[in-house]
């Protein structure tokens, strides 16, 4: 079993910085895929930013030039530095591991989310 857990989001005025964390813990094998999801009150659950194995990277075209997704392989963290954030960005805001298991099954697991509130 293999549990996610996000941290350091919070409240923040618009224009400010958020960096959150989702560290992994549990029976790891491979990670093929990480990302950053949010959902906000009515809305469905969308993407961020991914980052592969080999360090490529996707950002939604909302967070060009304000976010930055990045990995510690060795500490099986994934990070989001968000930047210049507005209102619009209040969500709760999950991590997401595509894992390969001993067996190569492909394992999708979820964080419990870290909120995001932009206000003044």
């Known amino acids: 079993q293999v549990q996610l857990v996000e941290s350091g989001g919070g409240l923040v005025q618009p224009g400010g910085s958020l960096r959150l964390s989702c560290a992994a813990s549990?029976?790891?094998?491979?990670?093929?895929?990480m990302g950053w999801y949010r959902q906000a009150p009515g809305k469905q659950r969308e993407l961020v930013a991914t980052?592969?194995?080999?360090?490529?990277?996707v950002i939604a075209d909302s967070m060009k030039s304000r976010a930055t997704i990045s990995r510690d392989n060795a500490k099986n963290s994934l990070y989001l530095q968000m930047n210049s954030l507005r209102p619009e960005d209040t969500a709760v805001y999950y991590c997401?591991?595509?894992?390969?298991?001993?067996?190569?099954?492909?394992?999708?697991?979820w964080g419990q989310g870290t909120p995001v509130t932009v206000s003044s």
């Open positions: 997401r591991f595509v894992l390969t298991s001993p067996t190569s099954v492909s394992l999708i697991y």
């Open positions: 549990g029976s790891i094998f491979r990670i093929n895929l």
């Open positions: 980052i592969t194995s080999d360090g490529g990277t």
